[in-house]
């Protein structure tokens, strides 16, 4: 991949012209838009992710994000490169409190896992009887089992 840094001229005459002609229905202001921000926020993903391939779909969903939502930004709040890196920065605190989500979600259903796995296997459901343990685990698993479908 051949990375191509803009100067900062380009950053902040070129880059808002190409944003103008891009909103207009230009396709190939689009074209040339995602090759001038594909490094920055290819660069900004790797250094985030351990793997580069999460870092590339990363970057992918980045530039989507940022192309589809081209009408949000506005010249008089600032320059383009600063929008795109907020949407960037953005996207990747979201990726980051979503995995931080998961984590939690799965510790629970660890947690769940081992109790099953601490039954004996001689035991029929016949002989259980539910006491304040078995009923506290049971509701335990349930709540897992609704923040999974969450």
Same mark, same amino acid.
């Given at each position: ?13 070129? +880059? ?16 040339? +838009? ?9 660069? %900004?993903?790797?250094? =985030?992710? $351990? ?5 590339? #779909?990363?970057?992918?969903?980045? %530039? ?11 010249? #008089? ?7 795109? $890196? ?5 996207? $990747?605190?979201?990726? *980051?409190?979503?995995?931080?989500? +998961? ?5 629970? $259903?660890?947690?769940? =896992? #081992? ?10 459901? #016949? ?7 078995? *009923?506290? %685990? ?13």
């Amino acid at each position: 991949m051949i990375v191509i840094e803009p100067t900062e001229s380009e950053t902040n005459v070129e +880059l808002e012209e190409l944003v103008s002609h891009a909103r207009e229905g230009s396709r190939e202001a689009a074209e040339t +838009l995602i090759k001038r921000l594909q490094p920055i926020v290819f660069n %900004l993903c790797q250094k =985030f992710y $351990l793997h580069p391939e999460d870092g590339e #779909d990363a970057a992918q969903e980045i %530039l989507i994000k940022a192309l589809t939502n081209l009408g949000r930004w506005r010249s #008089d709040r600032g320059p383009f490169r600063v929008w795109f $890196l907020a949407v960037a920065r953005n996207h $990747l605190i979201d990726v *980051r409190r979503q995995k931080g989500r +998961l984590e939690s979600q799965m510790t629970g $259903l660890n947690d769940y =896992f #081992d109790a099953v796995d601490a039954i004996p296997d001689d035991v029929s459901a #016949d002989t259980l009887t539910p006491g304040p343990e078995a *009923r506290a %685990l049971a509701m335990e698993a349930n709540a897992s089992c609704m923040l999974g479908m969450l």
